[in-house]
């Protein structure tokens, strides 16, 4: 059972380049989320999704997207990188919203 | 709004001894509560969670943490720190009540263990 995968591990950009990072997810999970984690300020909730075709906004959704076409999959893009988007990116599902969370290994994200 | 407070970004404790994670939370309903934890370089691992019953609750690797609605305090506590207890440690909490209330994630509280 994988869980909740995503790739690429490690990743450096140029400012001003766009990217996905794809997270897929094998436990049938209706609710999907991607989170970045920047030191001293915990989790921070980028966009959710509460099943196929629905996604909504976090905390910090701007200069990013995403689509759910499919229960599996949630791919975040980022549209023009910038060095504030320099984090680590966990994509996350549960079961249900209020439900715990499972988490993927993360993405390290450099963008120079 | 739901919130969640983790008292203490660093904690150091030498091995063998008690610790003790604070987390206190606030919800206007009654509040699921959990405990991940983050080894270096790794995604978050769910540690143990309270949702209904037993306030007490046990998770892996002997930590547990007890639910005081009067205190509205969720602290995770192990009796004897472990070298690989070390890790960074996040309380998150969410309503009850099914809704759209999401998990709402500390800032996490870093636990070195030592020698």
């Known amino acids: 059972n994988a869980g909740v995968t995503q790739t690429p591990k490690f990743q450096v950009l140029k400012t001003g380049q766009s990217m996905t990072l794809q997270c897929a997810q094998d436990?049938?999970?209706?609710?999907m989320s991607w989170y970045r984690q920047d030191p001293g300020m915990g989790l921070r909730l980028i966009h959710y999704s509460v099943g196929a075709g629905i996604t909504d906004q976090g905390e910090v959704p701007n200069g990013y997207n995403v689509s759910r076409s499919t229960t599996e999959d949630f791919p975040l893009r980022l549209l023009s990188a910038a060095p504030s988007q320099t984090s680590v990116y966990f994509c996350a599902s549960n079961l249900r919203q209020n439900t715990e969370a499972f988490f993927g290994q993360g993405t390290r994200l450099t963008v120079v | 709004a739901q919130s969640v407070t983790q008292l203490g970004s660093h904690v150091s404790v030498s091995e063998g001894a008690l610790v003790l994670l604070r987390c206190n939370y606030s919800s206007s309903v009654p509040p699921y509560l959990f405990w991940y934890v983050q080894y270096p370089n790794q995604g978050l691992q769910l540690l143990l969670k309270?949702?209904?019953?037993?306030?007490l609750v046990k998770g892996i690797n002997g930590f547990e943490a007890e639910f005081k609605k009067s205190e509205t305090s969720f602290h995770l506590t192990k009796p004897s720190a472990h070298m690989s207890d070390a890790a960074e440690y996040f309380c998150?909490?969410?309503?009850?009540?099914?809704?759209?209330?999401?998990?709402?994630f500390g800032t996490g509280t870093r636990l070195t263990i030592i020698p």
């Open positions: 436990m049938n999970h209706e609710y």
């Open positions: 998150a909490v969410s309503k009850a009540n099914f809704g759209n209330e999401k998990l709402t």
């Open positions: 309270y949702t209904t019953g037993a306030t």
